[in-house]
């Protein structure tokens, strides 16, 4: 027998003020904000969505959105075939599989802003052991400092470094759950190890990898810390990617209103791409 | 298809063996016939998947070579045996169709593709999974799962031999007998050798011409259902197979008759050797009540329908009869009687008197 009445809502309310007191008022703020505008003495004036217009107008916006996609997409690119290769070649059995998930594991238990630093002065030109090598030794005139490609390479090349192993892991974990018995008839079937990785490996990781995308797509997107550590940005606007925009324009420039309609703007895209691509990850499944 | 001939074949999953309770399989010689239907039968870790791997090519033996039609094929690998294996949990491709399911095996050996759809579709009805063949194979229930690959293993006419690893574990029990019986039906019309590997002796016996019994890493009898039943080579195969298994009761042989619990009893024929451990075998269904005999107090009655069975103690030895009417109480005095043909002296396990002419 199902009982019919609403007594259920009354077990979700706890939630429902929890949540409301750390995301929706915080939220309603930012949108306060933004169809507002401000000069202090918490004294405000009605915008409408005069804010929106300019953010979505504005040329710097739009470079540094451009930016910021270019950046994901360069990560995801590289992060997730490598992370496969890497997880394919690790040892699934013995001595080395412990040796192998803790180096893995390494470069994320480094703080976000520890990297930053660490690729900083890995870097410079001249001081830094990679900056003096390329430019001393191999000759490669390379400073991130003062070259928007050099600056580009280096906070991918460092994203790459510090995330990579969060695919390797995932893809790595959803290796394992394979039964020996799909690797057994396919060699019986006479499967080549492309059609091993294509037909067996591929689909048993699917759940894994939609999971690491998902994480590496919003983790890249809102990624603030490293570049701005690195490069502050620069040089000039180069590496100037949304959220390091975004603090520029709320902190640096302390226009409240345009900051506001900004982020919630960069909120609706991230929720976006997440939703498109979830929905196209797991729509076989759902037949 | 083919004759596979297993030739003192030993393995061990040690890199070292220094005895023979380090080694899996012990020295096994076997020779599988072109077409015939066997059963590997034995308990967990008797040794049996061990055999079975080694068979497909998956486990390269320690010692020992195998021949399919006096071709060494020891040291090739499974995909050039031209062997299917049929493995416990249903192996599919998931993101395949039934029909693409089928036709892998055929794919990756470059047949061309109108020989597959002929194929595919041949196997399909044998199978009944006509109407499946377009659905994505992930849909599918556990038990179709495990035709696909069963059909997987068929698809392919040039089989040498297919070979199942318990194939039924993971099949609802009222699918079990409708598989089991395709399987039958299967086997008689492709011939192709087929090897079944299971611990259920009801599966094994309705599966086989021939079942393999193995214990310990070694064949303790090679024989038709019916041999393995009325006369066990060794005590083990009484007791493993039947249910209830053999009475196996301590013995003694003394001035040449055999006495149990005091008692002289008949065996079926002339005994052969001396010395050692020696028990007497019979089956229940061969145990009767009767007016004269072995007195015993009857410990225990239970009715497993058609027949009912009575355990009683003769002295402190349980001895099991299956009687039609179970007509006696618990503790009830009574005399047991053996048919003496099919009463058997073991010693050391394995069997001692010859069958009576």
């Not at chain 1, 004036?45 to 540094?64: K, T, V």
């Not at chain 1, 591929?202 to 490069?231: G, H, Q, W």
């Not at chain 2, 109480?329 to 005399?335: D, I, P, S």
Request: proline fraction near 6%.
């Amino acid at each position: 027998m199902k009982t019919e009445n609403q007594r259920g809502w009354f077990f979700v309310l706890p939630v429902l003020f929890l949540v409301a007191f750390n995301a929706l008022v915080p939220i309603m703020t930012v949108v306060n904000y933004s169809v507002q505008e401000t000069f202090g003495n918490n004294v405000f004036f009605w915008q409408g969505l005069d804010w929106f217009e300019q953010i979505l107008r504005s040329d710097r916006f739009r470079a540094a959105l451009g930016r910021q996609f270019l950046f994901t997409f360069l990560i995801l690119i590289i992060e997730i075939p490598l992370g496969i290769v890497v997880a394919l070649s690790m040892p699934r059995k013995g001595m080395w599989v412990p040796v192998c998930l803790v180096t893995m594991a390494l470069p994320m238990l480094i703080p976000w802003n520890v990297v930053g630093s660490m690729w900083n002065i890995f870097t410079l030109p001249n001081i830094g052991l990679l900056g003096y090598f390329m430019n001393d030794v191999l000759g490669v005139n390379y400073d991130m400092t003062q070259q928007p490609v050099s600056a580009w390479i280096t906070i991918v090349v460092m994203d790459v470094w510090h995330w990579t192993s969060l695919v390797v892991l995932l893809s790595y974990a959803g290796l394992v759950s394979i039964p020996d018995p799909y690797y057994q008839a396919a060699k019986i079937d006479g499967a080549s190890p492309w059609k091993v990785f294509r037909y067996i490996q591929l689909p048993k990781m699917k759940t894994v990898l939609t999971i690491a995308i998902l994480l590496r797509f919003m983790d890249s997107f809102n990624i603030y810390t490293e570049p701005f550590v690195l490069t502050g940005g620069g040089p000039g606007n180069s590496t100037t990617l949304l959220s390091i925009d975004l603090v520029k324009i709320a902190l640096g420039q302390f226009d409240l209103g345009p900051a506001a309609a900004m982020s919630l703007i960069y909120f609706a895209i991230t929720l976006l791409v997440s939703w498109l691509f979830y929905t196209l990850m797991t729509k076989d499944d759902a037949q | 298809m083919a004759k596979i001939t297993l030739s003192k074949l030993r393995h061990s999953y040690l890199p070292n063996p220094s005895g023979p309770q380090d080694y899996a399989l012990k020295e096994i010689d076997l020779d599988w016939d072109d077409g015939g239907a066997y059963a590997l039968l034995g308990p967990s870790g008797c040794g049996k998947s061990t055999l079975l791997n080694i068979i497909s090519g998956l486990l390269v033996p320690s010692e020992g070579r195998i021949l399919f039609d006096d071709r060494d094929v020891t040291d090739l690998p499974p995909d050039q045996r031209n062997i299917a294996q049929v493995f416990q949990f249903p192996v599919i491709y998931d993101t395949m169709t039934v029909f693409d399911n089928l036709a892998f095996p055929l794919r990756n050996r470059g047949v061309a593709e109108a020989r597959i759809a002929e194929r595919v579709a041949e196997i399909a009805g044998m199978l009944d999974v006509v109407d499946m063949l377009d659905i994505r194979a992930a849909h599918l229930s556990p038990d179709n799962k495990q035709k696909i690959s069963m059909g997987r293993g068929l698809v392919r006419e040039d089989v040498n031999v297919v070979m199942f690893d318990e194939p039924l574990t993971v099949i609802d029990p009222h699918l079990k007998w409708k598989l089991r019986s395709k399987l039958k039906e299967l086997h008689q019309r492709v011939r192709v050798t087929m090897i079944y590997v299971t611990h259920d002796q009801t599966e094994a016996l309705t599966f086989a011409d021939q079942v393999v019994v193995m214990q310990d890493g070694e064949i303790v009898q090679i024989g038709t259902p019916v041999e393995l039943f009325e006369r066990p080579q060794h005590t083990f195969v009484g007791h493993f197979i039947g249910s209830p298994g053999m009475n196996i009761l301590p013995a003694e042989e003394t001035d040449g008759r055999i006495m149990f619990n005091g008692q002289p009893v008949s065996v079926e024929g002339a005994v052969n050797g001396a010395g050692g451990r020696t028990e007497l075998g019979i089956r229940p269904e061969f145990v009767s009540l009767a007016d004269s005999g072995l007195p015993a107090r009857v410990r225990k009655v239970s009715d497993v329908g058609r027949h009912a069975v009575v355990e009683a103690m003769v002295g402190d030895v349980p001895v099991k009869a299956m009687v039609d009417q179970a007509d006696v109480e618990q503790g009830a005095e009574v005399h047991l009687a053996f048919q003496q043909n099919q009463t058997r002296l073991y010693r050391d396990g394995w069997i001692a008197t010859e069958a009576p002419t």
